[in-house]
């Protein structure tokens, strides 16, 4: 308990650089909806920015949908309910990721949640999405709900999350390619149905706003911001970083993103045929953080998966032997190194200034593409789990045979 103190008092330091975001993505969404209202169209608004030069709406007319009735209130209410909701779906997710290592290794309950969301509230990701008033944990809460209870169940609803969550902001779509891969034909159909619903719904309000978000404003690149951004941790943020200022060249980044997403789901289909769902959401979210052209350190929850799995292998693995012991000191120096890593973050405590900085030594390179290189070392080194929640082993054979447990 002593230690649940100290971790509660130690938020508010990790949280005072965040305080200068001052709620400014929300702002932004805000701003861009009394713009809307007034009768002018909504991808016009913009609104400038000391690092990124000019900002604006990018999200797709249906998200617009969703954020309308929150400009009607003040926006001191509106920052209150955000957050609130935010709050709230730490504790709902954490409790979902943890209920099963609690209950695989006799864990107090309560206190373990307890610890699990101050350490998940700790971690920059979770920082930067309330500080910026993001819509981050909306779209955990859908692709948890449906990865791990409704698609699993082979539930009538399963798809419906993922759906909705790729029809607000376009980065969960990986989740419906990961279905296509592990065949669940009639729930990636679901999905696809309930996103392009969505759309439609949304081209039913606003015809003008879509027609010009799907055919021109999607493709525009530069209305998102710098990619070379230390913020950026995807593949193409770290190669923009290189070049600066200048953009990276295409036929460089995409056999990289060619190569990071054919394994990193093929590793995802491996870890959903071995009984752990969680393992394989996890690894297709890190997937598309890697090749996503921007992914914002506040899109990066999938970490805090990493850790839970990489705790509970760590757990499940016996000691008593030299492998045993080996493996469970492996697991569990990633588990803290992961841990360290996401609590510091990559943007908190550095100001890496407004003008585009080429990468220049290898310190540089390190510290500023952290996320990058974190995501594919859990790439490669994420263990996959047994349903009973004992890490197994990736076997060389073909798929037919059963994955081989590691020793215990």
């Not at 209410?77 to 609130?84: L, N």
């Not at 101050?118 to 500080?131: F, G, K, P, Y």
């Not at 959903?272 to 969680?278: N, V």
């Amino acid at each position: 308990m002593v230690g649940a103190l100290a971790m509660a008092a130690v938020l508010p330091a990790l949280y005072l650089p965040g305080i200068t975001h001052n709620f400014f993505d929300l702002k932004i969404y805000m701003s861009a909806m009394d713009w809307w209202l007034a009768g002018n169209p909504l991808y016009d608004y913009v609104q400038p920015d000391r690092v990124q030069g000019e900002l604006y709406f990018t999200y797709p007319p249906f998200t617009a949908l969703l954020l309308l009735p929150f400009a009607l209130p003040k926006l001191g209410a509106t920052v209150v309910i955000f957050t609130g909701l935010t709050l709230l779906g730490v504790v709902v997710t954490t409790k979902w990721l943890l209920d099963p290592v609690i209950r695989r290794h006799g864990l107090p309950h309560l206190f373990t949640l307890v610890v699990g969301v101050l350490l998940v509230l700790a971690v920059e990701s979770t920082r930067e999405t309330i500080t910026f008033g993001q819509i981050n944990m909306l779209l955990v809460v859908l692709i948890l709900a449906d990865l791990l209870f409704a698609v699993p169940r082979d539930s009538r609803w399963a798809g419906v999350g993922i759906g909705l969550a790729t029809a607000l902001k376009l980065f969960p779509g990986i989740f419906v390619v990961y279905l296509l891969a592990t065949r669940r034909w009639r729930a990636a159909a679901v999905a696809a149905a309930t996103a392009a619903g969505a759309t439609l719904l949304a081209a039913a309000v606003a015809p003008a706003d879509s027609w010009r978000f799907w055919t021109h404003e999607l493709w525009a690149t530069d209305r998102v911001g710098r990619t070379d951004y230390t913020g950026n941790q995807s593949l193409f943020g770290l190669l923009s970083r290189l070049t600066a200022p200048e953009e990276p060249d295409r036929l460089i980044w995409l056999p990289l993103v060619v190569a990071v997403a054919g394994y990193g789901l093929w590793r995802a289909v491996r870890a959903s045929r071995a009984g752990d769902p969680l393992a394989a959401l996890t690894l297709t979210g890190l997937v598309a953080a890697l090749v996503s052209p921007i992914t914002w350190t506040h899109h990066i929850y999938w970490f805090i998966p990493a850790v839970v799995i990489l705790v509970d292998a760590t757990l499940s693995t016996d000691p008593r032997t030299a492998t045993g012991a080996r493996q469970r000191r492996r697991l569990g120096a990633l588990a803290v190194g992961t841990s360290a890593i996401i609590v510091y973050g990559v943007v908190s405590f550095y100001d890496f200034g407004v003008a585009p900085e080429p990468t220049s030594t290898p310190w540089a390179f390190l510290l500023r593409n952290t996320y990058v290189l974190l995501c594919l070392v859990l790439l490669v080194a994420l263990p996959l789990r047994a349903e009973a929640g004992a890490p197994v082993a990736e076997s060389r054979e073909p798929d037919t045979l059963p994955e081989a447990p590691l020793p215990r």
